[in-house]
């Protein structure tokens, strides 16, 4: 059956109105209100933190804890020099990565790592290059120009 005008209809459910609670028996959430009877929940003022297991010992704390989050570690967004010898330009510039579809974030830092290879010389600005990745971009005649306050790690 063809859609057209006249046999056009809303989505099953898609119009169903809003729970009216407490405004009487024949709305048929009257009454206690689809609170239930008795029991901690039924109360004024109950609320209960998240994660709250009715006094069973929560998931987050029967799950075992290890190791050390550092918060403030800087995080690098990855490119690899097989993207950027896809990409095909002479030279990659910080503004370049996000137009390019190398990275999502405009704002977060660039690391490029060394994986693939380089056929034509290119000249890639990052703020930080693994070392395999350096040795690749000068073999193959480019240039890797590290930008900004992360300068490159002394061995």
Known sequence: MAKNLSNLRAPRRANTGRKRIGRGMGSGMGKTSTRGHKGQGSRSGSSLMRGFEGGQMPLHRRLPKRGFTNIFRTEYSIVNL?????????????????????VSNRQSLIK??????LKKAV?????????????????????????????????
């Open 82 to 102: 097989d993207r950027i010898a896809e990409v095909g330009a002479a030279e990659i510039g910080l503004d370049d990565y996000r137009k390019l579809g190398l």
């Open 112 to 117: 490029v790592l060394g994986s693939g290879e």
């Open 123 to 155: 000249t890639i600005h990052a703020h930080k290059f693994s070392k395999s990745a350096a040795e690749k971009i000068e073999k193959a005649g480019g240039k890797a120009v590290v930008v900004g306050a992360a300068a490159p790690e002394a061995a």
